[in-house]
């Protein structure tokens, strides 16, 4: 059973020290580890029960007369089977989890490229060939969050080719995190004109189409949503291929591919292992977590309060050692607070990479702040947001809650005693004074106009502990 789960655990295993020449606030120290497993595959029953469904479905159209025409002389290619959905620009939005085993010996596995980013199935060994099949599609993995994609429907699986449904099922559960599980899962199967077939598997519950067995689709038309049915890990699509013969086919040309001369593929993809490329820059309000299995939670955030402390995360298909990473932070004012290279000391795939920077707690650095990255010459950048804004959301962190009553009171909360309040209008003239000698108090702001404010609160010893920018409607 060795090789039953392939599992792949990229480990950022390295502790840096990053050190600013311009602000002594910014720790930059942390890194992570971004856990894939492959998903086990299909089982031979499953096999068996698709190819019969589908060779009945066959028949069926044939003898209405109802089957898509073939065309000999058709030199199909197949379009990418995954497209970002309209609103969401991840940089790029997958990797490849696994390829197709070209090693037919038990418990060894050989990928198009000669490599080992496949694996055999545990229950498909044939005892009268000798012989094991191992993984027949590519699994394709949203990224960078797979759960989450999925959740959002962030992604979309598409037709790579013309052709005509034959077979669809729905229904079946598409949550699996473990090959615990029913074999069954939701997927979408088509007849292309050169009578090549493609199959589009593990998709997500009630979200395929709504098309039908014998309706033609167009090249690029939506499928349904990858999701985490049969014996699967994570959502990903799983992408078979099989030629007008009938056999089972490694759409990817490479050394160690046999099958084809030129690939499948209209554009195809750089080898996994090879493919050095940002898949997406991201902010988080605590350190990024991609352990738990149906996890959609990411401590995502673009909006930070002064004083607190943002994780900047760059996730990759892959990088190599030696490739260096530039991080940089850039305050409202186009100063570059934080700037760190960090030079890879190994391979890595599927791998994030992520530091902290605790925002200096001053209401001048409130506004549009940049977190850039230079990878291999590309240069990427999100937006994040320093604000203290009521009319938003209330403003809660270790020290402080300050809430809106009814637009009409702030209630000031803090762990330690609050001397006195002071509200200032954007002119930095002073509205109103308030003292205390309390942690919890209320201030009116029922007769300021319309506008944006600060409010500075000041400690025992009457300091200015905490400046926050909040708008009053
Ligand atoms: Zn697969």
Aim: proline letters at 3%.
């Amino acid at each position: 059973m060795k090789n039953y789960l392939y599992i792949t655990i990229i480990l950022f295993s390295n502790l840096i020290i990053g050190q600013s020449k311009n602000n002594q606030n910014e720790s930059l120290h942390v890194n992570g580890f971004y856990h894939l497993q492959t998903a086990p595959g299909l089982s031979n029953e499953l096999y068996d029960e698709i190819y019969e469904a589908l060779n009945n479905n066959l028949d069926l159209l044939k003898k209405n007369n109802n089957l898509i025409t073939l065309n000999s002389s058709s030199d199909l290619k197949y379009g990418w089977p995954l497209k970002q959905a309209d609103g969401y620009n991840y940089i790029n939005y997958w990797l490849i989890a696994n390829y197709f085993d070209h090693d037919e010996v038990q418990y060894s596995v050989t990928d198009y490229n000669c490599g080992q980013k496949t694996f055999d199935y545990a229950n498909d060994f044939d005892y009268d060939s000798g012989t094991a099949h191992g993984h027949r599609a590519v699994d394709i993995v949203p990224s960078p969050y797979p759960w989450k994609i999925m959740d959002d429907e962030q992604v979309e699986v598409v037709a790579a080719a013309d052709g005509q449904i034959i077979l669809i099922t729905n229904g079946n559960k598409d949550d699996n995190c473990d090959f615990n599980n029913s074999d069954f899962w939701n997927a979408v199967y088509l007849k292309h004109n050169d009578g090549s077939t493609t199959w589009y598997g593990r998709l997500k519950s009630g979200t395929l189409t709504t098309k039908e067995v014998g309706d033609y689709v167009n090249k690029g038309e939506f499928l349904g949503h990858p999701g985490s049915g049969g014996k699967s890990f994570y959502p990903h699509l799983h992408f078979e291929v099989y030629d007008s013969q009938n056999n089972s086919v490694d759409p990817f040309a490479g050394p160690c591919n046999n099958q084809i001369d030129e690939s499948l593929w209209e554009s195809q993809p750089v080898y996994a292992n090879d493919d050095t490329v940002v898949n997406a820059l991201l902010t988080h309000s605590d350190p990024p977590n991609l352990q738990s299995c149906g996890q959609t939670e990411y401590n995502l955030s673009n909006e930070f309060l002064p004083g607190s402390t943002m994780y900047p995360a760059v996730y990759f298909r892959a990088v190599k050692s030696g490739q260096v990473l530039n991080m940089k932070i850039i305050n409202p004012y186009g100063s570059v607070v934080s700037n760190l290279d960090y030079s890879f000391q190994q391979d890595y795939q599927s791998n994030y990479f992520y530091s902290s920077y605790t925002i200096p707690e001053s209401a001048f650095l409130i506004g549009t702040w940049v977190f850039q990255a230079n990878f291999l010459g590309n240069v990427y950048s999100i937006n994040f947001e320093v604000k203290s804004s009521l009319s938003i959301k209330d403003i809660i962190d270790d020290v402080f809650f300050l809430s809106e009553i009814n637009n009409s009171k702030l209630r000031i909360h803090s762990n330690s005693l609050i001397s006195k309040a002071e509200i200032f209008d954007i002119n930095g003239r002073l509205i109103k004074s308030k003292s205390f000698n309390n942690n919890d108090f209320e201030i009116g702001i029922h007769n300021l106009k319309s506008g944006i404010y600060l409010i500075n609160i000041f400690n025992e010893s009457s300091e200015v502990i905490k400046t926050l920018k909040f708008v009053k409607n």
